[in-house]
């Protein structure tokens, strides 16, 4: 009886696999996971203002392989997309603080609005066969709130037609209110790799 729960278990210690997705690499940034929460693989590829006034505005690049889910509606994209959101850390106004009193009067400002633009749409994809063509990326026409969107699961921006396993993205100029972010090409190849479980994700 012993050996159908040491079996079960051995499994679950081992890890868990992710299965295949895209991993990102870039000269700028940092890895970041999907849910800060939660292990997992480094799919994100996360990009900062350099000054202390906006340092704190991540804005995260996620490229979804098809059959990963989204929303609205719970749909399961066709083909590899490209989606952008916004990570927020700890602001200036609420660092530092060491009283009471300074704790009250930083929790009585606001934080200024938060804007992410871009200086053209148009995201350059290059293959590893040499081939490149420009996408137009939806959320870089029209340029969001970091605020409002903070998850990788809103529908994103198709790259190119069913499964892509190895290519580079290269970005216009991006900008969080008025400062540009240091960005640099974004490589992404496809890989697996395990990792331990959690039970409280």
Partial sequence: MKKYFLYPLMALLAG??????????SATGKNAVLHRTCPGP???????????????VHVLVYVAPPGTSSWPGNLRSVDTELRLFG???????????NT??????AYKQTDPPLWVGAASPMVSVTLAT??????????LKTGFDPQEQTS???????????????????????YVNDEKV?????????????YAPVFNC
């Avoid at 040499?130 to 959320?139: F, K, L, M, P, R």
């Avoid at 990788?152 to 991006?174: A, H, Y």
């Avoid at 240091?182 to 395990?194: T, V």
């Fill in 16 to 25: 868990c696999s992710t299965g295949p997705y895209l991993y990102p690499e």
């Fill in 42 to 56: 480094k799919a994100a590829m996360s990009f900062a203002p350099l000054s202390e006034e906006l340092n704190w």
């Fill in 87 to 97: 990570r927020l850390y700890i602001p200036p106004r609420l660092r530092n603080l």
């Fill in 100 to 105: 009471p009193d300074q704790r009250r009067a």
């Fill in 130 to 139: 040499g081939e490149t063509y420009q996408v137009s990326i939806d959320q």
């Fill in 152 to 174: 990788s699961s809103r529908k994103g921006t198709p790259l190119g037609k069913g499964d892509m396993d190895d290519f580079t993205l290269t970005f216009p100029d991006i």
């Fill in 182 to 194: 240091p960005m640099a090409p974004i490589h992404l190849k496809k890989r697996e790799e395990r």
